[in-house]
Structure formats: structure tokens, C-alpha cells
């Protein structure tokens, strides 16, 4: 396809994901946030899971704390239940999305459902601003049904999670698309299943920091004549621009697509505890000992 976008986006920085483990022992790779100061804000961390192998998942993440920020759960094969501090509890499935704000604080856990077969999904970390930050705690289960799903000019297809996105003319909206004060950065969450050589443009809102997440194949990202390849299992940051084109390689590529209006303050990160300044984070570290993290969730 070939929409009239100028100034499509370059790759300006590829973050290859490393192996890593969380939780009680889960192996999974990091991209985005895999070292110290390596935002790209509002975006904390990107965190790939993909195992066949019981053993690297079974263990799950048992009861812990976030504050100050939002994860977005993404499952893509098996099941996940969550229980959270607020009598929260809901079951994962393939296709289905947990956007959980943390906020003033949560404490949850994140179990495996199976005892064999294929875990495969990705969590994102999305910053809050300061003033969000210390606000109450609630989340959204998103079943796989209402994630819209359209079929890409040509070839292909796109889900849209989160913000909207105009294909070919027609304008997607996602289940997570809200203004103030709960989703003040805009997010962009699209994730893209393009046969080989298939190539997919689309407007992008300037200012907005993004990037792409090839977990399968590899793709060439950027403007025609001009792309630069984008490996398999990478995050690809972007320069800034009004749209952002993408060419599947000779083996297809499924790629997450990610945007958000950048945040712009200072970001002290403690594991899970994500605030602005070192007094906030010990703050939190003392609300989280004498069980006051989650008081005000
Ligand atoms: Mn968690």
C-alpha cells in the first residue's frame, strides 16, 4: 500500500533484546529498558515472553508491588490469572490485553495457568506524569473479542489495542483511547502481522516518541530508497516525523507498533517502583514495608 504520508520516520536506534528472568525465575527478553537510562519515554520497558518450555515459565511472578506507572500485559499464546490487593482477578487468554495503572501503588500477582505448552506474550511499562503518579490504582481487562482487528490494503492485517490509527482512509479506533487524566500520553499499542515484502504506512502524530518491535521476521523501516533493516526480536526507535512506513522482509514480520506523547520529566527507577525523584522512590520503598502502598488503591 502507499498512503500519501510525508516525512516518514528513519530508524534512528536499534535495541536488540537480551535475555533476561523476573518474577520467581520467568525468562523472557528485554529491549526497551534492558539497561540502565535506555527510555524511551513515556515507554519504560518492553519485555518479550516466549518459551514451549514449562520450566522457564511456571514459576510466574507472585504477589508484588508497582507504583507510579502503567503495565500492559499482551498474551499472545496462554493463559495468565491475575489477583491484585483490591479483590481484582481475571484470566489472560491468548489475544486478550491487562492495561493495569498502578498508580499510588498495586500489589498483584501474574500466574501461568498451564503446565505445558507455548507462553508467549509481552509486557510494557508505560511512565506516568508526576501528577498521575500518586493517583488510585485500577486496571482493564481486555478480552481478545474486542480488540479490533482490520485487514491491511493488499495484505496483511493490524490490531489495534490502544489510540486510533487511520489505515487506507478508514480510521481504527483501539478499546484503550482516552484523553485526560488517565491516559495523558496518548499511547499507540498496534500490532502487525505483514506477509513477506508487504509494506504498511500510516500517519503518526509528530512530537510522539515510537518505535517498533519485530518478534517476528525482520522488516526495513523508513522512507522509500532510504530504509534500514530492523532484526528480528529488536526494538527500533524512530526519529521524529508525520508517519512511519515499514517493509516485511522475505519471511513476513509481526511487529509491535508503539507511540506516545513523551512525559519529559526526570525518571528514578527502583525495580518496580518508578517515580521522579530518589525521595519519592524510598518513600515508596517505606509506604511498601509498612503496608501503605496499596492503602489509598
Ligand atoms: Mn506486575
Do not use: C
Not at 491475575?82 to 498508580?103: C, F, I, K, S, Y
Amino acid at each position: 500500500m502507499n498512503e500519501p504520508n510525508p516525512n516518514p520516520r528513519t530508524l534512528i536506534q536499534v535495541i536488540p533484546s537480551v535475555p533476561t528472568s523476573d518474577g520467581a525465575g520467568v525468562q523472557l527478553r528485554r529491549s526497551i529498558g534492558s539497561q540502565r537510562g535506555l527510555y524511551l519515554d513515556p515507554f519504560l520497558m518492553l519485555d518479550e515472553f516466549y518459551s514451549d518450555n514449562p520450566d522457564d515459565y511456571l514459576a510466574g511472578f507472585p504477589a508484588h508491588p508497582h507504583r507510579g506507572f502503567e503495565t500492559v500485559t499482551y498474551m499472545l499464546d496462554g493463559h495468565m490469572r491475575h489477583e491484585d490487593h483490591l479483590g481484582n482477578r481475571g484470566d489472560l487468554g491468548p489475544g486478550g490485553v491487562q492495561w493495569m495503572t498502578a498508580a499510588h501503588g498495586i500489589i498483584h500477582s501474574e500466574m501461568p495457568q498451564q503446565t505445558q505448552g507455548r507462553m508467549r506474550g509481552f509486557q510494557l511499562w508505560i511512565n506516568l506524569p508526576a501528577r498521575e503518579k500518586m493517583k488510585p490504582a485500577g486496571y482493564r481487562d481486555i478480552p481478545a473479542g474486542e480488540i479490533p482487528q482490520a485487514g491491511l490494503p493488499g495484505s496483511g492485517t493490524v490490531k489495534l489495542i490502544a489510540g486510533t490509527l487511520t489505515v487506507d482512509g478508514r480510521s481504527l479506533s483501539g478499546p484503550i483511547n482516552g484523553g485526560e487524566p488517565r491516559l495523558s500520553t496518548d499511547p499507540l499499542y498496534a500490532d502487525l502481522h505483514l506477509p513477506p515484502g508487504a509494506e504498511f504506512a500510516t500517519a503518526l502524530a509528530p512530537g510522539y516518541n515510537a518505535f517498533l518491535y519485530a518478534y517476528e521476521g525482520g522488516a526495513a523501516v523508513g522512507p522509500a530508497g532510504a530504509e534500514k533493516p530492523l532484526p528480528h526480536r529488536a526494538a527500533g526507535v524512530l526519529s521524529d516525523g508525520g508517519a512511519v512506513r515499514v517493509v516485511a522482509g522475505a519471511q513476513g514480520a509481526r511487529l509491535l507498533l508503539l507511540a506516545a506523547r513523551p512525559i519529559r520529566e526526570p525518571v528514578v527507577q527502583y525495580g518496580p517502583f518508578v517515580m521522579n525523584t530518589r525521595e519519592e522512590i524510598e518513600q515508596a520503598v517505606a509506604d511498601y514495608r509498612d503496608g501503605r502502598l496499596a492503602a489509598a488503591g
